[in-house]
């Protein structure tokens, strides 16, 4: 937790060997059978609830993804970062273009508890170099890809976490959720 209360969240599904999409941007791989793993938990019994998230942040191919895919964010207001000029398709949205320290701390920290960067390699990667990232939640498919668009390719200096959740799932995902170690611990 950042020292004004507010949590920056990263959130990914990545198959096992680490891939966010395949090389041509496609997830179709997260579509997977329901009821592989009869140990694991069903999403209802999932542990632990999420606290409600106040704010999205996006990359802007995620961006386009949600618009193709049906928008999956309601009315939550969503930042996208982009350079690029995108369709505006909900009021909830605005894009962004600047440093992401300042969108943090000045923007977004002050007005939002719980922010949550859901979409891009680079966008992630970018946060976590910045070291602007309380807390990692990562959802692992159980599919190996081989190759594509690698989660945690350029994350900057090595950084211990610390395991806050570990959870198996009966379609055969695992959730681990990591937070960054207080500075007093």
Known sequence: MSANGSTVTLHVVASLDGFIARKDNTVSWMDNPADVYEQGLSESDAAGPVPPIDCFVLGSRTYEHALQLGWPYGDTPVIVLTKRTLPCARRSVE???GDPKRLIGERLAPRYGNIWLVGGALLG???LQLDLVDEIRLMIAPVLLGSGLRLFSDCGAETQWRLKH???????FIEVVYGRPSANA
Do not use: E, M, P, W
């Open 166 to 172: 570990a959870a198996a799932y009966k379609n055969g």
């Open 125 to 127: 990667q970018s946060f």
């Open 95 to 97: 894009f962004y273009s």
